[in-house]
C-alpha cells in the first residue's frame, strides 16, 4: 500500500498513515485522527496537481538551461572555433613528447 503524509490537525506535526480509510492515532499528541472518504480524494487530488507543476517546471527549467548552454555554445563558436579542440590538442601534446621509461629514474 502507498503511505500517505498529512498534518495531524492538534498539533500540525507530520504522521505518515497507510492508504486506506482507517482511524489514526497521532504518535505525538495521541489525537485520533478519521481519514474519510472526502479527506482521501482531496489528498489524491492534490497529489495530482502538486506532481503535474513540478513536471512542468522541471521541463521547463531543463529547456532553459540548454537554450542559456546552446546560446554560450554559440558564441564562443564565433569568437574562437577551435575552443572545444582545447584537450584534444592537450593530449596531443602529450602524445609527442617523449615517453620516459621505468629505467631511465634510476639512470643519472
Do not use: G
Not at 16 to 44: G, R
Amino acid at each position: 500500500m502507498k503511505k500517505l503524509i498529512i498534518t495531524c490537525p492538534k498539533c500540525t506535526k507530520k504522521i505518515k498513515i497507510s492508504n486506506k480509510m482507517a482511524k489514526y492515532k497521532c504518535p505525538y499528541c495521541s489525537n485520533i485522527y478519521m481519514f474519510d472518504i472526502l479527506k482521501f480524494v482531496h489528498i489524491n487530488i492534490e497529489n495530482f496537481f502538486t506532481t503535474t507543476v513540478n513536471k512542468i517546471t522541471t521541463k521547463f527549467n531543463n529547456f532553459k538551461n540548454t537554450y542559456k548552454y546552446m546560446k554560450q555554445l554559440k558564441r564562443h563558436m564565433k569568437s574562437d572555433p577551435n575552443w572545444s579542440n582545447y584537450r584534444k590538442q592537450k593530449e596531443e601534446e602529450k602524445a609527442q613528447q617523449s615517453h620516459k621509461s621505468f629505467f631511465s629514474k634510476f639512470k643519472r
